[in-house]
């Protein structure tokens, strides 16, 4: 349980690109009623998670659905996405790698040096009445 709330679903994509996520996304949306569906998605990659936010923009029908991916590559950033994004310590990540993969001690590193969210505008699911989003997104809600 998270913050009081189950999780209630795991959806899979057919693989790991966007076009799959889409797919499996559509799906969900047309067969699930609107009060049962969920209000939250944190997909494996920001790939995935493009694919499901395309998904929720072509369903319209008031679907509203909170999307985080995760990696953080470039095109979260732009303005067709602006996705909110779990961005990895690249450099961390491998120096931890090489630790292990040559048994040496490896330090021990501060909880923040393991990655940071990036918070942009596609974890807010909908936008507040009378509000502009002021990051300019094509997020629609």
């Not at 209630?8 to 799906?27: K, P």
């Not at 990540?93 to 990655?115: F, M, W």
Request: with cysteine; net charge negative.
């Amino acid at each position: 349980m998270v913050a009081d709330q189950t999780i209630c679903a795991d959806l899979v994509a057919a693989g790991s690109d966007r076009e799959q996520c889409w797919e499996a996304m559509t799906d969900y949306l047309k067969q699930t009623r609107a009060a049962e569906r969920i209000q939250a998605l944190f997909c494996e990659s920001d790939l995935l998670a493009f694919g499901a936010l395309q998904a929720i923009r072509d369903f319209g029908q008031g679907a509203h659905v909170t999307v985080v991916g995760f990696g953080d590559v470039d095109e979260a950033r732009s303005s067709t996405w602006y996705l909110t994004s779990w961005a990895v310590n690249t450099e961390q990540v491998i120096n931890a790698a090489l630790n292990r993969l040559l048994d040496t001690c490896a330090e021990i590193s501060e909880p923040g040096h393991r990655g940071a969210l990036q918070l942009r505008h596609s974890h807010f699911g909908k936008s507040v009445p009378g509000e502009m989003p002021e990051c300019g997104c094509a997020h629609r809600h």
